[in-house]
């Protein structure tokens, strides 16, 4: 038998990777539906604000939310990059795993903890104290 004439399987496509394409694009179709709408409604209303701001003193008052906005917009942005630098979005699952972790050390060292308050030495020193 010759291997050289024989040709390799086909590739058959996974229905995982279709499924994870299509929720990708529910994903995408979801957050372009929510956030350009939002977008839109902040920037007209940011915008208002700083035209009524030039008039003069009638819009004085909009100087503060201006600049409550951009600091916080701002303050939110470098939250976002400070957490991509420091890994907070490569691994999403982990954080459960360390919680149940320490719970499970926690509950065990409360065990030890009540395992030696009622022990018998405890209690016979705790006596003769009393006495």
């Not at 291997?3 to 590739?11: D, F, G, I, V």
């Not at 600091?71 to 360390?98: C, S, V, Y």
């Amino acid at each position: 038998m010759n291997l050289s004439n024989q040709q390799a399987p086909r590739a058959t496509p996974r229905k995982g990777l279709s499924r994870f394409r299509w929720w990708s694009w529910l994903q995408l179709a979801l957050a372009v539906g929510i956030l350009i709408p939002a977008l839109y409604g902040f920037g007209t209303k940011f915008r208002e604000m700083v035209i009524l701001y030039g008039r003069g003193e009638e819009g004085s008052f909009t100087l503060m939310p201006i600049l409550n906005y951009l600091l916080t917009g701002l303050g939110f942005l470098l939250l976002f990059i400070w957490a991509m630098l420091h890994g907070m979005f490569r691994n999403i699952e982990q954080p459960k795993h360390d919680m149940l972790a320490n719970e499970e050390r926690l509950d065990q060292e409360e065990a030890e903890y009540q395992a030696r308050e009622e022990s018998p030495w405890s209690s016979s020193l705790s006596e003769r104290s009393d006495d």
